[in-house]
C-alpha cells in the first residue's frame, strides 16, 4: 500500500502515489514511550507548535499564511498506542494540477510551513512564548477536566485507573490536569528538542504526484539526525492482571443516567494471530446495531438507554459499556453475562456472523474514502504487515468461523464490574 524508505535510523518516509484525491497529504509520526508526564508536556507542545512559528508569530498570521495557499490544512494532535505517545503533524493542499494562477507550487509552500514550525519556532529570549504556552496549559487542562462532564468516558477512564492503574491502558494521551499545569517553559523545550532529537518518526506522503521525488525532497528538508535503536523499536503492551476475583465497584456523583461498565481480559492482543477472530467476537457481541448486547439488553429488554462493546487490542481488554437506571444494575449485569454465556455455548447465527462482517468490512472500506484515513490505518497495521492492505484483513475476517467466535469468547476474563449512578438512586437501595 506505501512505498517504504529509511532515510536516517529511525527516520522512515512511507509513500503512496494515488489519483483518488485532488490533494497532497503529508503526516510526520514522533513516538516515543508513554508516561503521564511526558504525554502531558508533548500534549501541550504539540498545541503551542500549531499555534505559529518565528516568520509568523501569531496564530492569525500563520492562518492567513495557510489561507493564501488555497485554504491548506496544518494541524497537529496527539494519541497513544500501547505504551507509546504519538504526536502527529498533519498538513494537506490541493494538488497543484487543479490551480492556475498559483504562486509557485502550493504544496511545497506548505512543506516550508510545517518546516518553520519544527525547526523555526516561535521563541521569545530562546523559549517558547510564555503567553502561548500558558494559554495551551490551559486548554490541554480543559480538554481534561471535559471528560469529567462526559459521564460516558469518565465512567470508562475510572474503570480503567481500578483496573490498570498506573498502566497505559488507563493513562490519557492528554497527561492529567496537575502534570500539565506543572508545564515551565524550560520543561517544554527540553521536550521538543528531546522528541526532534531522540523520537521515532514516521513521515507519510500520499497524494497523485510524483511521490518518490517528492519523498527526496522532503528528506533534504527535514534534517532529522539518526536516533538510537532502544528508542526507536515498536513498544509492548502491559502483562495480564491476574486477579482472584472480578471487582465489584459502585461509586456515586451528581448525575441522572447511571453508567454500568463491564471489563474482560483476554490473552488475545494485537499482535496475537488470533486478532482478527477477536473483532469478530466483538461484532458479534456488541459492536454494532445488529449485535446481541444492542438487540437483547437494549431493544428487548428495554434495560440501557445504549449497550456496546470495545475491543481494546493493544491491552488485551473488552468493554461492555451501557446507560441504565442505576436500580437495574443486577439485571442489567446478568442479562450481559447471558449474552457471553449464550456466544461460549456457540449460540451464534449465520446471520449475525454474515453482519458482523459486512460491518467490520465496511468500516475499513470507509476509512480509505480519506487520505487520512488511509495513513491511519496503515500507520496502525503495518506492524502486522508492512505489505498491509485492506483486502487482507477482510480476507482474514472472511476465514473467521462460529466455532472460533465461541473459542473468543470463552477466553474472556471478567474483571470488573463498574456502576456510576447519581447519590439518589445509591440512597434508595
Request: charged share 30%.
Amino acid at each position: 500500500m506505501f512505498d517504504k524508505t529509511e532515510i536516517r535510523s529511525g527516520v522512515t518516509v512511507y509513500t503512496r502515489p494515488t489519483d483518488q484525491f485532488k490533494t497532497i497529504s503529508l503526516a510526520i509520526k514522533f513516538t516515543a514511550p508513554l508516561t503521564e508526564e511526558s504525554a502531558a508536556v508533548r500534549t501541550v507542545l504539540a498545541n503551542v507548535l500549531e499555534d505559529s512559528t518565528a516568520q509568523h508569530p501569531s496564530r492569525t498570521e500563520l492562518r492567513q499564511a495557510l489561507e493564501e495557499l488555497y485554504g491548506a490544512v496544518f494541524y497537529t494532535d496527539t494519541g497513544k498506542r500501547g505504551d507509546e505517545h504519538i504526536v502527529t503533524v498533519y498538513a494537506e493542499s490541493v494538488n497543484d494540477e487543479f490551480l492556475r494562477n498559483s504562486e509557485g507550487p502550493v504544496f511545497e509552500r506548505l512543506l516550508a510551513l510545517v518546516k518553520e514550525s519544527l525547526f523555526e519556532p516561535n521563541f521569545v529570549d530562546g523559549q517558547f512564548s510564555e503567553t502561548i504556552v500558558e494559554r495551551e496549559k490551559q486548554s490541554v487542562a480543559d480538554r481534561i477536566r471535559s471528560v469529567y462532564n462526559d459521564k460516558t468516558r469518565y465512567a470508562n477512564k475510572r474503570m480503567l485507573e481500578l483496573i490498570r492503574p498506573g498502566e497505559p491502558a488507563s493513562q490519557s494521551a492528554n497527561g492529567t490536569e496537575q502534570a500539565v499545569l506543572a508545564v515551565t517553559g524550560e520543561s517544554l523545550k527540553a521536550a521538543f528538542e528531546d522528541m526532534l532529537a531522540n523520537d521515532r518518526i514516521d513521515i507519510y506522503l500520499l497524494g497523485d504526484t510524483d511521490t518518490e521525488e517528492l519523498a527526496e525532497r522532503t528528506a533534504g528538508l527535514f534534517p532529522f539526525q539518526d536516533r538510537s535503536k532502544e528508542r526507536t523499536e515498536p513498544g509492548t503492551t502491559a502483562a495480564q492482571t491476574e486477579r482472584s476475583q472480578p471487582l465489584h465497584i459502585r461509586e456515586q456523583q451528581d448525575m441522572k443516567q447511571g453508567k454500568l461498565n463491564i471489563a474482560y481480559s483476554t490473552p488475545v492482543t494485537f499482535q496475537h494471530p488470533d486478532y482478527p477472530k477477536m473483532q469478530m467476537m466483538n461484532g458479534v457481541l456488541g459492536g454494532f446495531a445488529h449485535s446481541k448486547l444492542f438487540v437483547n439488553v437494549r431493544e428487548k429488554e428495554s434495560l440501557a438507554y445504549y449497550c456496546s462493546s470495545s475491543y481494546a487490542s493493544q491491552y488485551g481488554l473488552l468493554y461492555v459499556m451501557s446507560g441504565i437506571d442505576a436500580e437495574q444494575e443486577e439485571k442489567t449485569a446478568g442479562l450481559i453475562d447471558e449474552q457471553i454465556e449464550a456466544m461460549r455455548r456457540g449460540d451464534i447465527s449465520d446471520l449475525e456472523m454474515r453482519q458482523t462482517l459486512a460491518l467490520l468490512s465496511n468500516s475499513i472500506r470507509s476509512a480509505f474514502d480519506s487520505a487520512k484515513g488511509q495513513i491511519e490505518i496503515f500507520d496502525q497495521y503495518k506492524e502486522l504487515d508492512e505489505n498491509f492492505r485492506a483486502d487482507h484483513l477482510i480476507g482474514k475476517w472472511e476465514q473467521v468461523t462460529k466455532e472460533d467466535v465461541q473459542q473468543m469468547a470463552s477466553g474472556l476474563t471478567k474483571e470488573i464490574t463498574y456502576l456510576l449512578s447519581g447519590r439518589e438512586a445509591m440512597d434508595d437501595e
